[in-house]
C-alpha cells in the first residue's frame, strides 16, 4: 500500500454528528480539521471592561468563573503614583535621619576613642 492512498476510515475514528461545533468556523456538522471555512471575528470585551461595567460583570459572575474583587486603591485613577512618591519620600526621610545619627555617633566615638589614647599615653 503506497504512503499517498487515501487511508481508510477505521471504526475508531470518531464521526461528526449535527451536534458536533466546529471551533473554527463555529458551524455545526463536522470537526475543525474537515473545515472550510473561515474563522469569523468576534470582538470580546476586555477585562477591564468587564470589570468596569455593571452588566458585563454580571455577565462574568453567572459564567461560573470566580469573581475578582478590585481593591479601592486601584478603582480611583489618580493618586496612586502620589500616594508611592509620598511613601519612598517617607522612606529616604527617615534613611537620612538614620544616616545623620549616625554621622553623629561616628564622631562621638571617635573623640572619646581619642581622648581613651590621650589618657594611655599620659
Not at 468587564?50 to 460583570?57: A, G, Q, V, Y
Not at 519620600?89 to 562621638?108: C, F, N, P, Y
Request: hydrophobic share 30%; glycine share 4%; net charge positive.
Amino acid at each position: 500500500m503506497s504512503k499517498y492512498a487515501p487511508h481508510r476510515k477505521t471504526a475508531n475514528q470518531p464521526r461528526a454528528t449535527a451536534s458536533t461545533v466546529c471551533q473554527k468556523c463555529l458551524g455545526t456538522g463536522h470537526f475543525i480539521y474537515e473545515c472550510k471555512g473561515q474563522r469569523p471575528y468576534l470582538s470580546r470585551p476586555s477585562r477591564t471592561k468587564m470589570l468596569e461595567n455593571p452588566k458585563l460583570l454580571a455577565k462574568l459572575k453567572t459564567d461560573g468563573k470566580p469573581s475578582v474583587e478590585v481593591p479601592e486603591e486601584f478603582k480611583s485613577k489618580s493618586g496612586t503614583a502620589n500616594r508611592i512618591l509620598t511613601e519612598k519620600e517617607k522612606e529616604r526621610a527617615k534613611s537620612q535621619t538614620l544616616s545623620d545619627k549616625g554621622e553623629a555617633m561616628t564622631h562621638v566615638l571617635q573623640k572619646q576613642i581619642h581622648l581613651f589614647f590621650l589618657w594611655l599615653v599620659q
